[in-house]
């Protein structure tokens, strides 16, 4: 019942976020036809907003993308002229969803032992390493790291290949490159957590109970020490599903993620409102799947 | 701790490893003969609406026009038209189509066929960027313009395997237009049928060497041998992927490690690397009919004075920016129309000169550069080598104006669709530009800045000049051609100044020449995908070093 | 941290808690030499940062201590001005967004209700928008009226407004974060036990506010600002790469590592002109990010 509820709500959001995004993206000045050649004549731009409905007023183009909108149309792209927005994330998208998906157990599978490990030696020098492990994943830009990776793994050992999609191979790089940041953000998570736990009434009630140390740190901190990484999940897959720019760009990847940036760039309007709606779709849902998982791992928590 | 996890969300594991097994379990595409690097993602294959030329390079190898481009030269040569006459006067051309040239469905390629998709491209509807090249036929800019219907411009299809063109003036020009691919002929019924959408229809008639086997967004276009092409017999390659790659660092790492054959386009080539890429043997540089130069807006202050806008010119040292910028093949433009322009013979153009420069922005009233206006140089950012080298071009001209003149010109990067939108509007002072021809004659060039062109984004507007060119093009005398050419350059790079060229493009690829044949260096950057093979010997040999363990495993 | 008997204020305890902290201390020592050397260098250095010489790439030397870059100029002046912009734009950045965010989450923590809701709704539609979208569209619709604005004034507007909108900008796209942290606080604070006790004892709301809500508020606030920063820094990288950062020939660490990532090739690299900018991001990054864990731990603050 609850989770109906809050589907109910997000409707007039995600129609309150597609109608931001089509003010915004034609409030920036040039428009998708600006380019360095003229048209053979103004005419040719003329039939080509008229098309497109570029010509109308705001609230007019509204509706008929609403009503595309409907019959689950997000309209014809601007740039790529022969291409819908829906054969372009069709096409785009599994490729990002797949990276995010791997990326997400690599930040999960590196990042939880990570923090759970620097936690338990709190104040020793594992934890020291582990922190400040985790502290140089966070910093260390997406956008220095891809290419470093690239030029010592990929080119100077010849391990995996630089760039391209197509076999699990071509993964290998860019998961990293896209995961590392997320799994330090999650092993400081993670710790944080942890420590929290540690601390708690709970689980000096559980050591009293004679439960071994092993059993006390994995069965009961651990379960409880996970929540805040579990609610930091729903925003971080909508962002590593919906594909990077840097690690698209840098090993070329058909994903989605490049069309986000540069339907901005190229002010491919459609486009962008398309990308934003389902940007904002997934992240509602994944954040109710979130409050789902939230709601099974912590037994105080019960939804009405 | 892993099994606590998986046993608390099941589901988010077990889809990730759903969707695992299912990219292993993909049928892996068979592995093209020859694989090239090609610039920019294509935004069509529609050969009217392309403008970039990656794209091109794409639509010449699925849709032939009546003329070709010959490989060596860049010449005009005979494709689905096997021969042409030319009336007396040059006015009138009549094509004869070929009789084995079919669509790759295995109907004939009639002239109704090509008088359609003319017709086509002439249509405002189209939103064809390139429709001014089919103006020189008669009535063809007033049916652009909604004025006349379809039958009153200058074409006619007698016979289905003849094809008349009158055109307005007697461009000696115009076979290379035929080859342009606006004028290309695609398959008028899938058109209609399937709207803009229809390069994804199938199958996909097609009326050049390859058909479309595949078109995935920023993954490749794949290319197919198309077997019903009147000259398949030349078609040397079976399978052809052309990769869309936007970074020239990602080119040049797939191409050291064999993942790709062919690496050819100005922008993807690291600008820094070329001295020592130079020297190698896969690396091949050539004359490419392309200008660099920046644009005065006239109509603003203090660049509405010619005296100023030469005391620019003269302070601008072309030399010195190619010496240290550009370290192959580029060559300082002192004129705007590169050398290697076919009918032409460029006059001698503005040299460095600091001297008169200091000297003109004295008389016009601003002595060592006092008083002289706040005024910007405007230049698009962009991702590729491109956008990094007008920036490096914007940081030394800055330089030189400063030490010459004595004037500090603000640097402004602009968002690409800002940049073209203000330069159109003509809202900026100096504005970084280039031009690359369409066609192997020096009107490519110099009709950009007729007082008409859409192109001229300088407000500049000469009466003199638009005569110059006007009469040049009904000029049927090479020699009195060439000169009012010259004549019209003079003008405007040497008195008017409206522009001042910074250095003429070199085109550059690179691949093994041991390995790839088929691929000519000539000045329209054109490499018919046709005729380019591998070697098989030497391939083999050579055991391709490539990531073949990763290739080879699934 | 939940009744106060101790005499001492929280912000005494927190100073004196940070001081112990080691990680804490040498980060903040770190950055105070960063911040003094950048602003101390370029008056001795013989190299203005913007001027174009011969020696092109020239390696590091007694010279060039870092080398010079395409243009030849000296790479460790750059730096030195890079730095002061990047550093300005991440704490101007996050001062926005702070006085955003901290108004926004109180006003719709304190007032509660519908008010509560509707602000909170508004945080919602703006996250799911891709930060991209306002960055360019305030950075491109919003310079040029901005300048002419300037030069109306008679000010030279050149180079400060690519300044200025950057900061905006900035600040515009992170403030969202802010406002929920300090809402969740305020919130949770208002019922409090020892507010109420407060209460009951007969205490003002004037008192309240001084005594335990802003205190208390101050500490989150004070932790986030310090983790905005590297956030801001790294993001001004990322529009550097697509071009919209700072203006040539102005210098920041994002725009040197722009220029630097695009060194790294198999052939040839100019490593000075990518290790120095990135290590002394990273370094400076890392020292932010203790100098924030280390107030964290001092305000005792959870979940920031």
Known sequence: MYFLRRIGFAIPLLLLISFLAFVLVRMAPGGPFDRERAAASPEVERQLKQKYRLDEPLWKQYGYFLGNLLRGDLGPSLRYRNHTVNDIVAEALPVS???????????????????????????????????FAALLAVCIPGLVLAPLLVVTVAIKWRLLPVGLWGSPWHAVLPTIALGLFFAGKVARLMREG??????????????????????????????????????YCGPLLADLLTGSFVVENIFQIPGIGTFFVNSMVNRDHTMTVGLVLLYAVLLVLLNLLVDFIHAALDPRIRYA | MHSLVQQRCPNILALWSLILLAAACAPQERRADITI???????????????GIPEMRITRALFDGLTRLDPRTAKPVPALAERWDISPDGLVYTFHLRSNAVWSTGEPITSADVLWSWLRTLNPATGSDYAGQLFWIQGAEDFHHGRVPAEQVGLRAPDPRVFQVRLTAPVPFFLDICAFPALAVVPGQVIE????????????????????????????????????????ANTASEIIDVLPIGSPSTALNLYETGAADIVWDKDLVPAELLDVLAKRPDFHTFDFLGTYFYRFNVTREPFNDARVRLAFALATDKAELVRKLLNSGEKPAFHFVPEATANYDPP????????????????????????FPRVHYAFPSAAGASGNMARKIAVELQQMWRETLGVTVELRQIERKVFYSAQSRLDFNLSASSWVADYNDPNTFLDLFTSSSGNNRTGWQNAEYDRLIREANLQTNDTARIELFRRA????????????????????????????????????????????????????????????SAQSAF | MNV???????????????KRNRPAVAGALFLALTIAFVLLYPLFSPYPPEQVSDSQFARPSLQHWMGTDVHGRDLLVRLCYGARISLVVGVVGALISLVIGVLWGAIAGYVGGRLDAVMMRFVDVLYSMPSIIFAIVLMSAVEPPAE??????????????????????????????????????????????????????GAGTGHILRRHIIPNVLGVVIVYLTLTVPGIILYESFLSFLGLGIQPPMASWGSLIAEGVGQINPIRIYWWLIAFPAGFLVLTLLALNYVGDGLRDAWDVRGA
């Open chain 2, 193 to 232: 049928r399937h709207g803009d959408r229809w390069l994804h229809a199938r199958p996909l008639p097609v009326s050049g060497a390859f058909q479309l086997g595949a078109w995935r967004l920023n993954d490749r276009v794949r290319l197919v041998r198309n077997p019903r092409y009147w000259d398949a």
């Open chain 3, 4 to 18: 106060e008997p101790s005499s001492q204020s929280p912000r005494q305890r927190a100073w004196r808690r940070f």
């Open chain 2, 489 to 548: 350059e003079q003008l405007l790079v040497n008195e008017e100044v409206p522009i001042v060229p910074l250095y003429f493009f070199a085109g550059f690829n690179y691949f093994d020449p041991s390995k790839i044949a088929g691929i000519h260096q000539n000045p329209l950057d054109e490499h018919p995908l046709q005729f380019i093979r591998r070697i098989r010997e030497s391939a083999m040999a050579a055991g391709a070093p490539e990531s073949s």
């Open chain 1, 194 to 231: 942890m420590l929290g736990v540690m601390q708690s009434e709970f689980i000096t009630t559980a050591r009293a109970k004679g439960l071994g140390e092993h059993q006390v740190m994995l069965r009961h901190a651990f379960r409880l020490a996970v929540l805040p990484v579990v609610s």
């Open chain 2, 348 to 371: 001698e153009g503005v040299p460095c000169n600091p001297l008169r420069a200091r000297e003109l922005l004295a008389q016009a009233g601003f002595p060592e550069g006092k008083g």
């Open chain 3, 148 to 201: 002419r604005w300037l030069a109306h004034l008679g000010l030279p507007a050149d180079r400060s407004v690519r300044l200025i909108v950057l900061f905006a900008g900035l600040g515009a796209v992170s403030w969202l974060t802010m406002a929920r942290i300090v809402r969740g606080q305020v919130l949770s604070l208002r019922t409090r036990a020892f507010v109420d006790a407060s209460r009951a004892l």
């Open chain 1, 97 to 131: 969803m797949l990276l995010g998906m791997l990326a997400f157990g690599f930040a999960l599978g590196v990042g939880l032992p990570l923090g759970f490990f620097s936690a338990v030696h709190r104040g020793r020098w594992q934890d020291w390493a582990g922190s």
């Open chain 2, 37 to 51: 690097i090609n610039g920019a993602e294509p935004e069509s294959l529609d050969p009217a609406i392309v403008t």
